[in-house]
Nanobody, 125 residues
Framework: QVQLAESGGGLVQAGGSLRLSCAAS????????VGWFRQAPGKEREFVAA????????PYADSVKGRFTISRDNAKNAVYLQMNSLKPEDTAVYYC??????????????????WGQGTQVTVSS
């Protein structure tokens, strides 16, 4: 398993942008699929985006498609989520998560082994 730590959350007005970072420890990070999830109050944790161990990007959640971009930098043991054109409904705690790549193709919350502590994103209208 890897240890993960998110950063970059904050308060932003609708239409603004934020860039979330997920810093990982562990020599095997490059062999992991990494996903971003979010959880709003009273709602279940939902998938946002994921990048495979080989650099392939999984389809984005419909709600963020065209606005969010996931990327990874294995040299820095990091994954990023660029969020543009933010909406109030994007308000949530955002988590990054990792699982060993090349195994399960599914990307549900239960498929991931390692989780960060989360970072709050609040979008005001």
């Amino acid at each position: 398993q890897v240890q993960l730590a998110e950063s970059g959350g904050g308060l932003v007005q609708a239409g603004g942008s934020l860039r979330l970072s997920c810093a990982a420890s562990g020599r095997t990070f490059s062999m992991n699929d990494v996903g971003w999830f979010r959880q709003a109050p009273g709602k279940e944790r939902e998938f946002v985006a994921a990048v495979r161990w080989n650099g392939g990007v999984a389809p984005y959640a419909d709600s963020v498609k065209g606005r969010f971009t996931i990327s990874r930098d294995n040299a820095k043991n990091a994954v990023y989520l660029q969020m543009n054109s933010l909406k109030p409904e994007d308000t949530a705690v955002y988590y990054c998560a990792a699982k060993r790549g090349g195994r399960r193709a599914s990307l549900g919350p239960g498929d991931f082994d390692s989780w960060g502590q989360g970072t709050q994103v609040t979008v005001s209208s």
